[in-house]
């Protein structure tokens, strides 16, 4: 038998790392039926946003709007991402209980983002921290790129381990980690999540794949081996690489589903709902996304 | 670290069960210049067509051709699908010195294409094996659907084993098991593996996926670590699921020899030739197909 866990945990990220990689800039009245709809499918944690510069981003802009609308929901986790202090008082001020954080263990993606180490990003994080902790907001971490960088190649186990420090420093026990590039194989990914639990034995972990090379499902199988029962997925298989023009997006929450319930593993969300919901979203973005379950039906279905 | 082979062997399909499930005819000077491009690439293994009525296959039609033309080849085993013993006979004259035979695990299946069992079918494979034999060609078997079925749903694995007993019956001991269904899980595809190598420790056992739900690299990565070595693979991702009109088909060659070379497990063949073979099959087709690679390029060519 193959040893995996019984139950998993997804974060559907569709509305934020989905939708900003899209032209379409759906509106909040979508936006709210979509997670509506995803919280009655069982979903129990959700990237509703960003609190970034609207101007930057704008498909996010009414990210604020979103958390005042669910602010009395209760028993899900709405989180929003962060990029520094300010971000974290729009957080405060709109009701939102739970942030993440960014920063690249690509030292090249890192100065060429933002002119600044990784190190140095994460230390400017210890003020949003506080701030949020003293507002009574959970904060949790994301490292772009452990698994490999279009500047570097591959990234050394060294310099993920001294931004995992660095936000083990600032306070911040959930981290994840994204391959955002579409670099990661699954071997890599089962080795290293194996070394980094056995290091860090009180973080807890969260994956993000995209499907760029078609290895996002691979991956997840290789990360539950490994011991990992949180991963992200976007609904439709929404969003895209920031590299590659065109290519593939976010591994799809209805394809992950799928398969996660063929296998027997839980995850507590009812698939025909997630189906929907992703045609929906399909419909409202205007063009095929990524996702394989929206075209083939669930394998049961097929069945006479 | 991950329990995996070091070296992985994959058959060509795209000629055969890619082409087969287009509306495009490929012409034979394209299908030679394709092949000989595979054969300078590495690949050892190529599934060059079927010898099928031309009627009810017209893509396959001129499989004797391809066999003349390359019938000096060494080294590189070309390998033709058979139904019947007039294949066979077919076979033998156009030089083609390995086929497959194909059953279906699904006893629906088989009865709702040719009205026999499965055992009835293999029953009737006994002239076939004995004039391949007789004529110095080599005779594997294949096994559709031993995974879920679309009559069935799930096959039970006595169904599965008096296949594989009645294909050892008539001396065929190189088995491959087609998921044409896309229904294969990876904890089931682990748990089939390594019991079927205990059971039958004399087979050389094919796993041949499709990518219908998109768990078709996860499948390969399960097999693997189950001990397989053999794998089919289809240029470009030709081919569908012959149940979901519109669904996606064969597991891309491209998308699999990336994800193997990126693992450092070997399969003796040159990605960037691959790379450019699918995209001449591509552009003849006339459509996009299920490839990731060809769209995102390699992990490698990302780096700065």
């Not at 772009?144 to 186990?157: C, D, K, N, R, Y």
């Not at 691979?218 to 011991?227: P, R």
């Not at 690489?241 to 065109?246: E, K, L, Q, R, T």
Request: with cysteine; glycine share 8%; charged share 20%.
């Amino acid at each position: 038998m193959m040893k995996l866990p019984t139950a998993i945990t997804l974060c559907e990220v569709g509305l934020r790392d989905g939708l900003q990689n899209e032209a379409t800039i759906l509106n909040t009245q979508s936006k709210i039926t979509l997670t509506k709809e995803m919280i009655a499918a069982g979903l129990t944690v959700i990237e509703l946003g960003s609190f970034m510069n609207p101007k930057a981003v704008p498909q996010m802009a009414d990210t604020d709007a979103l958390f005042f609308h669910f602010s009395e929901v209760k028993n899900v986790e709405l989180r929003a991402l962060v990029a520094n202090k300010k971000g974290v008082e729009r957080a405060v001020n709109c009701g939102c209980r739970k942030i993440k954080l960014n920063v690249s263990a690509s030292l090249g993606h890192n100065l060429a983002n933002i002119n600044m180490t990784p190190e140095e990003s994460i230390a400017r994080f210890a003020e949003s921290v506080e701030l949020a902790e003293k507002s009574g907001i959970e904060v949790s971490g994301s490292i772009s790129m452990p698994f490999g960088s279009p500047w570097e190649g591959s990234i050394s186990l060294d310099a993920i381990q001294s931004i995992i420090d660095a936000y083990l420093k600032v306070g911040v026990r959930e981290i994840s980690l994204s391959d955002a590039s579409g670099m990661a194989v699954p071997n890599q990914v089962y080795t290293m999540c194996k070394h980094l639990q056995e290091r860090y034995s009180d973080v807890k972990w969260w994956l993000h794949f995209h499907n760029t090379r078609g290895m996002a499902m691979a991956n997840i199988l290789a990360g539950m081996q490994a011991g990992i029962t949180h991963f992200d997925s976007s609904l439709g298989g929404l969003g895209g690489c920031p590299f590659v023009p065109g290519a593939a997006g976010n591994v799809a929450s209805e394809d992950v589903i799928h398969m996660l319930d063929e296998m027997n593993i839980s995850t507590g969300i009812d698939l025909v709902q997630i189906i929907s919901s992703a045609k929906k979203l399909q419909d409202w973005v205007g063009h095929e996304t990524d996702s394989y379950v929206l075209k083939a039906g669930r394998s049961k279905d097929l069945i006479k």
